[in-house]
């Protein structure tokens, strides 16, 4: 069963937070929204399809961005987005939830339900990464011009980066989560998870609360409930230094990823990639993930071709997943 968040009740157990209570709360979720906003440059026209599941984080983002609206500070043209991953019996629930929010608030709404684990299977990927990505196409269909807005926390970011790091990731992945890519754009990425809460507490706004959360089945949960508190207790504001390395390390990324683009140019033609004199490995394994392009080969198989391209054999070939392959001989990359 999912549980149903609302405001703490105040003494005595029952009464409603004041009306002047409220109104601050939900002034202070306008805020944080608008202060995301402002630093990735969201016009104030803009057409934004809000990700919205119903719970905390996407509820703030909602009430933040309908205040916002409805002030007059922004012109947006706004609609919300859910997506129902069909991972529960009583999921549906979740949609009428997002539904009657975005009716209460004068907002249209676009639902809509995908088995997520029948495409797990079909995909032969696991749940978390096939409902990323489902969520994804449907919010590309739902919203093809505009803005794709999402509810991303500083925790949510701190916790990529911890379980990237885990993975044995290397500089690309210490980025966490981008406050910004492409359409995307994620506003409440450096607000705290228990600040949001605690204004959508004082301010009355009704949220659920996902049972899944709580599996620690799920390497997220895990961190997000274990590994993030012990951080913050032998290391107060870990999650805002998290953050800030993530940052450092998204500018150090994007440099070498232009530099790894100008030495593909150079070194690539219409059929092939010259590997007579290679580059320096880490340079290497960049501008080699950058020629095949998305989604990028395991580690392994990077590695791989460089050690067929900067070795004394010819006529290798190495597949590279989802039917690519790289052909090396006579020190040239050929990627079919």
Wanted: glycine share 8%; charged share 30%; aromatic share 2%.
């Amino acid at each position: 069963m999912v549980e149903q968040g609302t405001h703490k009740p105040l003494a005595g157990g029952s009464n409603p937070p004041s009306a002047t209570s409220s109104a601050d709360a939900l002034a202070e979720l306008a805020a944080a929204v608008d202060r995301g906003a402002r630093q990735l440059r969201v016009p104030d026209d803009a057409a934004l399809l809000l990700a919205v599941s119903g719970g905390p984080d996407s509820m703030a983002l909602l009430h933040g961005a309908a205040r916002l609206v409805s002030s007059g500070a922004r012109r947006w043209r706004l609609t919300v987005g859910h997506l129902d991953h069909a991972l529960r019996a009583d999921s549906a629930a979740d949609a009428t939830f997002v539904t009657d929010a975005a009716e209460a608030l004068e907002l249209p709404a676009i639902v809509r339900r995908t088995d997520v684990a029948a495409l797990a299977r079909d995909e032969k990927l696991g749940l978390e990464e096939s409902g990323r990505a489902a969520r994804y196409r449907f919010f590309d269909e739902a919203a093809p011009d505009g803005l794709i807005a999402t509810a991303h926390t500083a925790d949510d970011a701190a916790e990529t980066v911890l379980i990237n790091l885990l993975r044995g990731s290397g500089l690309s992945g210490a980025r966490g989560i981008p406050a910004r890519r492409d359409r995307i754009v994620r506003p409440l990425i450096d607000e705290r998870r228990s600040a949001l809460r605690a204004w959508l507490d004082r301010a009355g706004v009704r949220y659920r609360l996902d049972p899944t959360n709580d599996d620690a089945g799920f390497l997220r949960n895990r961190v997000r409930r274990e590994v993030l508190p012990v951080l913050e207790e032998l290391r107060p504001g870990a999650v805002e230094a998290i953050g800030r390395f993530a940052r450092l390390a998204s500018d150090d990324d994007a440099l070498l990823d232009a530099l790894a683009a100008a030495e593909l140019v150079r070194r690539r033609d219409d059929r092939s990639i010259d590997w007579s004199r290679p580059p320096d490995r880490a340079l290497g394994r960049r501008v080699l993930r950058l020629a095949i392009g998305h989604p990028a080969p395991s580690a392994e198989r990077i590695e791989a071709v460089l050690d067929a391209a900067e070795g004394p054999r010819g006529g290798v070939t190495i597949e590279l997943g989802t039917g690519r392959r790289a052909v090396i001989q006579e020190r040239r990359i050929a990627l079919d």
